[in-house]
């Protein structure tokens, strides 16, 4: 219950399109859904993230649509660039606990010129 | 420039043998964090520590040592005891109470056993 899953674990987009990255979980109690961005031998880097009381929140190209009832929250990277190439994780928590993050397993996006 | 650091960035231990691992921060955050990374996989929380002198088990902590002495430092000792420590580690910091899950990493450090 404790688990978060991501997929896929690997995307290839070119450049200008759409990338979709998507998380499901089974803990209803999580209630802080962030997204880290992380380049090869760099430590995560916060992106974006969402609670519970929205569906959506956007941040430039990058948007997270959270569907509460279907316990799935996605990442879309619109006009995708070379530049986003790297590897995505989504996490999941609760908030006034322990600050613990439970992670998915990763999606390593390339975006081909 | 506020931020986390670690070092080194690479290390390499023989088989038995104890290595530390530093991880200083300077944004005033009272809690700290160390996850390991694997290929393919996401991070896993080893160690946290929410107040000097305090800290808990995280979800792999066998094998692992930790000390907080001070509110900047959150050092981890990896022990003769972890039967596969190769992999990057990764220390983060928070601040505390709602907002303890919104967590900023450090550039890492890549543990290779030879």
């Known amino acids: 219950q404790q688990q978060v899953k991501q997929s896929p674990q690997s995307l290839i987009v070119q450049k200008g399109g759409i990338s979709i990255i998507n998380c499901a979980y089974e803990?209803?109690?999580?209630?802080?859904f962030p997204w880290y961005q992380q380049f090869p031998g760099k430590g995560p880097a916060l992106l974006i993230a969402i609670r519970p009381d929205v569906s959506e929140k956007k941040e430039g190209r990058f948007t997270i649509s959270f569907n509460k009832s279907a316990k799935q929250f996605s990442l879309h990277i619109m006009d995708s660039q070379p530049g986003d190439s790297a590897t995505y994780f989504c996490a999941a928590s609760i908030s006034s606990n322990t600050g613990k993050l439970i992670f998915g397993q990763g999606t390593t996006l390339q975006v081909k010129p | 420039d506020g931020g986390i650091t670690q070092s080194p960035k690479y290390l390499f231990r023989k088989e038995g043998q104890n290595v530390t691992l530093s991880c200083e921060q300077n944004?005033?955050?009272?809690?700290m964090y160390w996850y390991r990374q694997d290929p393919g996989q996401g991070l896993r929380l080893i160690y946290y520590s929410q107040i000097v002198n305090d800290f808990q088990k995280g979800d792999i902590a066998e094998g692992y040592s930790v000390s907080r002495e001070k509110k900047e430092s959150f050092p981890l000792t990896v022990t003769s005891a972890q039967k596969n420590p190769t992999a990057f580690y990764l220390c983060?910091?928070?601040?505390?109470?709602?907002?303890?899950?919104?967590?900023?990493f450090g550039p890492g450090t890549r543990l290779t056993v030879l």
């Open positions: 803990n209803t109690a999580f209630d802080y």
């Open positions: 983060a910091s928070s601040i505390m109470g709602d907002r303890s899950n919104e967590q900023f």
């Open positions: 944004l005033n955050h009272d809690a």
